[in-house]
């Protein structure tokens, strides 16, 4: 795909804390851990790609970011303030939006519908409905389509209704390619770059690399719940082939 890492929003100022920075997070299931140590950050404006392998322990930092797997060591500071341990709630209340895997919609669901559950009262839903039609025009006149007939791709813009009609300070998408053709995909993350030069952070978390390095300015990569890289994204891709070669994509 073409790059659009270049059409990011005005650098965030070396003062303003990062709008997410996770710090040395452990988190598992039960009395297994998952994640020994994570830490990573990205700043407003910013795109953040996590990648790693099968089992890498990405979807448990998501959780573990996310509140629903509490973590037993370390910090998530969003904009500088600590919400380790907060509810999906509280979260979603500090401008976070998480976008997970496996999509969350309801396919029984109009468009306008998912629309009117994202509205946070009925008098901003006419705000939602522009804000989500302006960034996905193609939908205008599909709303009273149930989504479970759409296109996956279609599917997954509907699921990001949240991070583009309300004013999310925080994406964090996870594995939005799956099941995608590659074009599908590369529009999306067109979707994500304007969102971030719109100032907002965004985080893509994925298994496959596709071409989300070329909308990454920064990327980290996971394996068995530890970083195992980070850095620019050219700097990382030679690691990242010979970690699949080593493992395979399968982990
Ligand atoms: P994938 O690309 O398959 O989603 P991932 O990098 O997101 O992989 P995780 O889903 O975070 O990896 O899984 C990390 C480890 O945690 C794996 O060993 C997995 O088996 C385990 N795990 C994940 N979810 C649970 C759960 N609900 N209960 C117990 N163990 C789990």
């Known amino acids: 795909m073409t790059s659009v890492a270049g059409t990011h929003a005005r ?4 003062d303003e804390p990062p709008a997410l920075q996770v710090v040395d ?36 930092t998501v959780r573990a970011v996310s509140g629903l797997v509490p973590p ?16 999906p709630d509280g979260l979603a209340r500090a401008g976070v939006c998480i976008v997970p895997e496996g999509r969350g919609i309801f396919p029984r669901l109009s468009v306008d519908e998912h629309l009117r559950l994202i509205a946070p009262n009925p008098r901003a839903l006419k705000g939602v409905q522009e804000r989500f039609f302006a960034r996905f025009p193609a939908l205008g006149d599909r709303r009273a389509q149930l989504v479970g007939t759409m296109s996956g ?25 799956m099941g995608l053709a590659p074009r599908v995909v590369e529009d999306l993350y067109r979707h994500l770059g304007a969102l971030a030069a719109d100032g907002v952070a965004i985080v893509i978390i994925e298994q496959f690399i596709h071409d989300v390095l070329g909308l990454a300015d920064e990327a980290v ?18 690691q990242l082939e010979s970690l699949y070669l080593a493992n395979g994509p399968h982990g």
């Open 153 to 177: 791709g279609e599917q997954q813009m509907v699921a990001m209704a949240r991070a583009v009609a309300l004013d999310s300070r925080l994406v964090i998408v996870d594995e939005l390619s």
């Open 221 to 238: 990569v996971l394996n068995h719940g530890v970083v195992v890289a980070r850095g620019l994204p050219g700097d990382i891709s030679e």
């Open 11 to 14: 650098p965030a100022a070396s």
């Open 72 to 87: 037993t060591h370390g910090q998530v500071r969003i904009e500088g303030v600590d919400v380790t341990g907060a509810s």
């Open 25 to 60: 997070l452990h988190a598992g299931y039960g009395v297994v851990e998952v994640l020994h140590g994570v830490s990573l950050s990205v700043r407003r404006g910013g795109v953040l790609a996590v990648l790693g392998p099968n089992g890498a322990g990405k979807t448990t």
